[in-house]
């Protein structure tokens, strides 16, 4: 099983990877076949749609834009499910991972079609260094833009989050959620 990790935060090892990775070990746990690809959205050199609609142009089956995010969405397309990860910033994604957001509107067809295969599980982890209700409505945001692309979509989130503490420091019922949830990521439907 293809699963794509996409990590939307600026720093690559702290509080959203950590909380992504609680989710893959957990799937790779369940079963042997997870092969898990990672990519860090601030790695990469991209922009975000252009609003040239070349996407709607019949034989595309995303963004025709070239650049670093090309291969991620091709990838976002083969794998069968993806852990998307985001701190909240001004209340909302990343600006790394709103540019990936954007870019997904080629994977909507002329008519308004889907192109993104039907049965793929996404789990969405968001870390907040501030109280939750700073997140609520963003969560439910990004929820209804996954699931409105046919992702059966779970969301995950951990708030109060230092970031200056030297690892994350996640409690036990966010750990066994984290748990169920990559449990659920490679589970047949």
């Not at 990590?7 to 799937?27: D, Y």
């Amino acid at each position: 099983m293809k699963v794509l990790a996409i990590n939307g935060s600026p720093r690559p090892n702290r509080n959203t990877a950590s909380l992504m990775k609680l989710v893959i070990e957990s799937a790779k746990e369940e079963t042997s076949d997870v092969n898990a690809m990672w990519c860090n959205l601030n790695d990469m050199t991209y922009s975000g749609c252009q609003s040239c609609l070349a996407c709607k142009e019949p034989g595309a089956k995303s963004c025709v834009r070239k650049d670093s995010l090309a291969f991620v969405l091709d990838v976002m397309l083969a794998s069968q499910a993806w852990v998307i990860g985001t701190p909240v910033y001004m209340g909302h994604v990343s600006g790394q991972l709103k540019l990936l957001l954007d870019r997904m509107y080629g994977f909507m067809g002329p008519k308004g079609e889907n192109r993104i295969p039907a049965g793929k599980k996404v789990v969405l982890a968001i870390t907040q260094g501030a109280g939750e209700e700073y997140y609520r409505d963003l969560e439910a945001q990004a929820r209804t833009f996954l699931t409105r692309r046919g992702l059966e979509t779970r969301v995950i989130h951990a708030s109060n989050m230092r970031v200056a503490a030297p690892a994350p420091e996640f409690g036990q019922a966010l750990k066994e959620q984290a748990i169920a949830l990559g449990k659920w990521l490679v589970t047949a439907p």
